[in-house]
């Protein structure tokens, strides 16, 4: 009887220790895909950021602007004749 006694303990401390090791892991999990979930953001982020920056700066970018810039001074000027 006493050694089914001894075999029960160590049964419950091994269940008990494994546990523990598993919240830890768990938790571990849970940061590592915090911190995977910010890096992706970021990543994200500095690459949009970079392919607005690339076509701001961009031949096409630069000539569009100039034309609404062109066509917005052409309508006000043709809206302040309209008006005199």
């Known amino acids: 009887m006493r050694l089914y006694l ?7 401390a091994f269940v008990a220790y ?8 768990f938790t571990d999990k849970f940061d590592r895909f915090g911190q995977k979930l910010t890096e992706i ?12 920056d690339d076509m701001h700066n961009s031949e096409f970018g630069t000539s569009t602007r100039n034309w609404f810039s ?6 006000k000027a043709k ?3 309209m008006s005199q």
């Open 70 to 75: 062109d066509a917005f001074e052409k309508m």
């Open 6 to 12: 001894a075999v029960a303990v160590l049964m419950l």
């Open 18 to 25: 494994t546990e523990a090791q598993d919240d830890s892991s």
């Open 41 to 52: 953001g970021q990543s994200l982020a500095e690459k949009t950021k970079t392919a607005f």
């Open 79 to 81: 809206f302040g004749e």
